[in-house]
């Protein structure tokens, strides 16, 4: 990325630690995880394990919302402020403006993402600050599809009140009634569908992914045959390809919706 793309990163990481909207929700997911953390360290010793699968379900909620609330005005908030054609007439392509506006935008979420998840391990039990640790990269990855999903809607959108309506109804699609169709599915099917079948629909969905992946680590594919969860994650690199697919695909036809719009 050439200087003046590098330029855009940083400005895009300075103006989005100033979202009131990011900042609010980035609070309240360390407050939520510093209560997880003091919760833990009050309750019994068996009960200390359930700090991390309780920050895995906090993660799971929150990080796709800051997400989504990130990326929805990359390209239709310009549009709107008549500033995308100020902004393609610097000496950087289309393509270059829509990938320093994600990356810039990924510092800011990996901001939101280490003081939520550093705030657990700074008053984690003994011994599960190692643990949680481990739910940066997760957490992480998760966010930044979720921002690349953001980001390609406010490229297909013309008004920002259309791109924030889209994200709203995205997350609540994704991370509440994704897993509630699945069921559905299988009861109007009397569990007729494949295994296998159910498996990809679970990972197809990056919420799922990050769940199964999470629920694996912490509870050990043993715990979850004895609850009747017959579903297994991808493997490493199933997991690596399904992660880039939902980070790189939607970043890239961000990209392409943009070369065909007309920007004055």
Avoid: C
């Avoid at 270059?96 to 901001?111: D, H, I």
């Avoid at 391990?121 to 953001?150: C, H, M, Y």
């Avoid at 559905?184 to 498996?199: C, E, F, K, M, R």
């Avoid at 629909?201 to 694996?216: D, S, Y």
């Amino acid at each position: 990325m050439y200087r003046v793309g590098r330029a855009l990163v940083v400005h895009e990481i300075v103006e989005r630690t100033r979202d009131r909207w990011v900042l609010v929700i980035s609070v309240l997911f360390a407050l939520l995880a510093f209560g997880v953390s003091l919760y833990a360290r009050s309750a019994e010793t068996t009960a200390q394990g359930l700090a991390g699968p309780s920050l895995v379900t906090l993660a799971s909620l929150l990080v796709p919302l800051v997400a989504l609330v990130l990326g929805h005005d990359a390209i239709v908030g310009e549009r709107e402020r008549n500033t995308l054609g100020l902004l393609l007439s610097l000496p950087v392509s289309k393509a270059e403006v829509v990938v320093a506006k994600y990356l810039g935008r990924l510092g800011a979420l990996a901001a939101a993402v280490v003081l939520g998840i550093g705030v657990a391990v700074a008053f984690s039990p003994p011994g599960q600050g190692e643990v949680l640790a481990g739910l940066f990269v997760p957490t992480l990855l998760l966010g930044a599809a979720f921002l690349s999903i953001g980001v390609l809607l406010s490229a297909l959108t013309f008004r920002q009140l259309t791109a924030a309506s889209l994200v709203v109804a995205t997350w609540f699609l994704l991370v509440f009634f994704y897993d509630l169709g699945i069921l559905g599915l299988l009861v109007l099917t009397d569990g007729a569908i494949p295994t296998a079948t159910v498996s990809w629909l679970v990972i197809a969905n990056p919420a799922g992914l990050f769940r199964l992946e999470m629920m694996e680590r912490y509870a050990g594919a043993q715990v979850l045959e004895m609850l009747g969860i017959s579903l297994s994650p991808p493997g490493f690199l199933g997991s690596a390809l399904l992660w880039g697919a939902w980070i790189v695909v939607p970043v890239a036809l961000s990209g392409v919706r943009l070369s065909y719009q007309r920007t004055a």
